[in-house]
């Protein structure tokens, strides 16, 4: 019994340690060109094969970690095998453990997998009924955990209509903060503020912003005013940034810009949106090099991110070969940290921001 509590306090601690300091840290919020060296790592073929080698020997550091306590516990080498059986054994019944626990704390989504008989979130009767918070964030949290398969990218327009759907039903501000957990409170705030923009106005939706502290909900506040006034006016780029944009100071400006360039590179007819926006515009994914300054940085960072929005975009290299032509080495860096938070969103292990 000793050795059974020994081995699963073990097995916490290492995948506490490699998720918390090897993937959040690396992954979530290291310096934009580690992101960006790991995305290219990922990309590459060699590459994929050396990481999926390592995840196989941190199993087998862990058996072998197990194998000693009980070599060490037993005082007797004599029995390994009995060791090895005794490890895998305590895995399996750790794994099955674990199981019980992750679907008894996300009982809306397990709801949903079951209603729709289904183990992968890519499924039409899975999207068509994730409307809610909880099951939203369960979802994603089991996809991280690889508990079930499919792509969370295609879900950033539920995330989106969540969000209007609160300022429609006039839920104050303030308490959607509270309502959207923090893993898609950016998707629930882009919502209401171009919800609040298309019903009440753009000076309205600038106000709400700017009543949020500096900091990632007001970027993602500002990002989507960016998106809004693009929206309702017949502006180019350029005019929008002249005209809108440049009323606003560092953090703000960027974010604004950046809703901007969201809003222009989607291309086609404008009618996933048609719900809850008057939008039925036709846009063009423009060449970024017609643009100068900053304007290029900006333009090569939405083309990142949109070449990767769904499920079935484009293969990472492709977009990644795309980024590489941009002029500067400042373009091909955001523009490739775009695409890569696109697959961290499909995984479930990054928030959805625009």
Not at 127 to 133: L, S
Not at 179 to 193: E, M, T
Not at 311 to 331: G, K, M, V, W
């Amino acid at each position: 019994m000793q050795f059974f509590f020994v081995n699963i306090l073990i097995t916490l601690v290492i995948e506490i340690l490699i998720n918390k300091y090897v993937v959040r840290k690396f992954w979530h919020e290291g310096p934009s060109d580690e992101r960006v060296l790991f995305a290219n790592l990922v990309s590459n073929p060699i590459a994929q094969i050396i990481y999926r080698l390592f995840k196989v020997n941190l199993w087998v550091m862990e058996l072998g970690v197990v194998v000693f306590e009980t070599v060490w516990f037993t005082r007797s080498w004599k029995n390994i095998g009995r060791a090895f059986i005794t490890s895998l054994v305590l895995n399996i019944v750790s794994v099955f453990v674990g199981f019980i626990v992750i679907m008894s704390t996300h009982t809306e989504a397990v709801s949903l997998l079951v209603q729709c008989k289904t183990i992968s979130i890519n499924t039409s009767c899975i999207i068509e009924h994730a409307t809610t918070a909880p099951a939203l964030v369960q979802l994603a949290e089991l996809r991280a955990m690889n508990f079930v398969f499919g792509d969370f990218r295609n879900y950033a327009l539920n995330l989106h209509h969540l969000g209007a759907d609160y300022f429609t039903a006039r839920v104050p501000f303030n308490e959607l903060l509270t309502q959207c957990p923090p893993l898609i409170k950016d998707g629930c705030v882009h919502g209401y503020v171009m919800q609040l923009a298309y019903e009440k106005g753009i000076d309205q939706a600038k106000n709400q912003c700017h009543a949020l502290e500096i900091g990632r909900l007001r970027f993602g506040c500002m990002h989507a005013l960016g998106h809004s006034y693009l929206e309702q006016n017949d502006f180019s780029v350029q005019d929008a940034e002249k005209n809108f944009c440049r009323g606003f100071t560092d953090t703000d400006y960027r974010a604004c810009v950046s809703g901007l360039f969201h809003e222009y590179t989607k291309g086609g007819t404008r009618t996933d949106h048609s719900k809850y926006y008057h939008t039925h515009k036709i846009y063009i994914a423009p060449d970024c090099n017609i643009f100068t300054g900053d304007m290029i940085t900006y333009c090569y960072a939405a083309q990142g991110s949109f070449r990767q929005y769904y499920s079935d975009a484009e293969p990472l290299q492709t977009t990644y070969d795309f980024c590489d032509t941009a002029p500067t080495r400042e373009a091909i860096l955001v523009c490739k940290e775009s695409a890569y938070e696109r697959i961290l969103i499909s995984r479930g292990r990054a928030v959805i921001i625009k």
